[in-house]
C-alpha cells in the first residue's frame, strides 16, 4: 500500500508521519509536529528533492526515537525526477535496515507510482554533531579514509553476490531500469542544454577536445565494459557533498537516489577526485585507492581486487564524474563555487588519467 504524499508542508501531519512510520515497524507514535525550516529546489544544496526539518513530540509508550528528523519529499511535480525517489525509497525500506554501514536512520520510506510523490523519514545528523564537507573547504586526504572505508564496507558485503539474480534482482544497473533510462536517453539533452547555455561549462569541453555526444558515448562504453567485471551494491553518487563526518572519525554517505549495481571504482574514484584538492589528489590518489583496497580485503575477509586493475578501471570511471557528475548538475543546486570547483576536479582529473585514451580503447 502506498500512501497519500502530501504535495505542500501543511499536509505533514502526525497522522502521514504516523503512516510512513507504520510502514517501517518503527516503534512509537507521532503526538504533534512542528515544521522548524523548509527548503525547495534552488535553497542552499537542494537539488533532486525539498527538505523538511521537523520537531517531533511522541505518545507515551513510543520507543526512545530522534525528536527532531528530516523528511525528504518530491521538489515539485516532477515526473522526470520519479525514478530517482522510487530507487532512494527501495534503499531506505529494503537495504537500509539490515546493512552495517555509517548511513542514516531511516524512520519511514514510500514512494507513490501513481502520484510519482515520495516521502523519507530520517534522523537529523546535526544530532549527532555531523559535519556535511563540501569542495569549497579543506579537506586532508586522511580525512576521507573513513569514507573509503565505509564504501569498502559496503563493496564487500555485497562483492559479486549471488542475491544479485534471487531477492536482489529488483536493484538496477548502469544498463537497465529507470535511473539508467533517464541517465542515458532524458539527461543528454539537458546536459547539451547545460554545455551550450553555460560559457564555463561549454569551454571546459572544449578545453578537453571533445563534445556532449562523445562523452555520453564515452560514459556508456565504460558502463557496458564495467558491468563484464566484478559487481556490488554501489551509493552511485558519491561526490563529497553527499558524504557526513562524525565526531568519533566516522564517515557516512547521503543521498541514495542513484543506487545502482556496477563496479566498485565508479564510487572510488568520484569520491577521491571531488574531495580532494587537485594537488593533493595528485599526490595521495594512489595511497588513497590501496587504502581501499586493503579495507575491501578486510570486510570481505581476503583480497578481492588488485591495485592494477582497479587502477586502470579508476581512471575510466572519472568520464562519469565529468558528463553525468557535473555537466548535468545546474548553477541553481549548489552555487557556482561548488559547481565550478568540481568541474575543474573532474576535468583535471580527466586529463591527468588519459581517460579519453582509456575509454577509447574500448571502442
Known sequence: MTLAHPATIAGITPEYLNALMEQAAIPGRVAEVEIVDAKTYGEQMVSTAGRVLLNLRYAPGSAELPSRVVLKLPRGVDEIMSPFYA????????????????????LGADFSPDT???????????????????????IRPDTIQPLLDTLAKLHATFWNASRFSKDLAWVETHLAGGVANLMNNLAPAYIQR???TENFKRELVQKLRTTGLQLLAGVQAVQRHQSTLPQTLLHGDTHLGNTYLLPDGAGGLLDWQLMVRGHAMHDVNYLITTALNIADRRAQERD????YLDRLATHHGKPVLFFNDAWLE???????GVYIGWLTTPVVNYGWEINVLNHLRLTTAYEDHETARLVDELS
Open 288 to 291: 588513497l585507492l590501496n587504502y
Open 314 to 320: 579508476y581512471r575510466r570511471a572519472l568520464v562519469w
Open 194 to 196: 547545460e554545455i551550450d
Open 116 to 138: 510519482n510523490r515520495f516521502g523519507i523519514l530520517l534522523e537529523d545528523l546535526t544530532a549527532r554533531q555531523a559535519i556535511f564537507p563540501n569542495v569549497t573547504q579543506p
Open 87 to 106: 530507487n532512494e525509497t527501495a534503499f531506505y525500506r529494503m537495504l537500509r535496515p539490515s546493512l552495517d554501514i555509517e548511513a542514516p536512520l531511516c
